[in-house]
């Protein structure tokens, strides 16, 4: 069985840093690309980053690119995104999902993990 469990959210002020993980189990991150995403309040979920299966490719969203890093460890079957220089507007539940191709994007997650609240403070 997929599964995915996300942790590492918390309480930050703003410019601070934050590592979230997501710990695949019941299949190896060579089998898919890992996205992560966020959700607000009456929004739907949108994508912060991506990682290939192979680990080689990685894609950021506009709003966070130059501030998270997304990576894997295949021996730990754990992706991974180092969030520095946090704004309010990163506030949100973020959630890890693995996709049913390469391509990055909600319609395509093939299993979603549970969301861990990332809460920047000003």
């Known amino acids: 069985e997929v599964q995915l469990q996300a942790s590492g959210g918390g309480l930050v002020q703003a410019g601070g840093s934050l590592r979230l993980s997501c710990a695949a189990s019941g299949f190896t991150l060579a089998d898919y690309a890992i996205g992560w995403f966020r959700q607000v309040p009456g929004k739907g979920r949108v994508g912060v980053s991506c990682?290939?299966?192979?680990?080689?490719?990685?894609d950021y969203a506009s709003s966070v690119k130059g501030r998270f890093t997304i990576s894997s460890d295949s021996a730990k079957n754990t992706v991974y995104l180092q969030m520095n220089s946090l704004k309010r507007e990163d506030t949100a539940v973020y959630y890890c999902?693995?996709?049913?191709?390469?391509?990055?994007?909600?319609?395509?997650?093939?299993?979603w993990g549970q969301g861990t609240q990332v809460t920047v403070s000003s």
């Open positions: 999902a693995a996709m049913a191709t390469e391509l990055c994007y909600p319609a395509n997650v093939g299993s």
């Open positions: 990682i290939s299966s192979s680990g080689g490719s990685t």
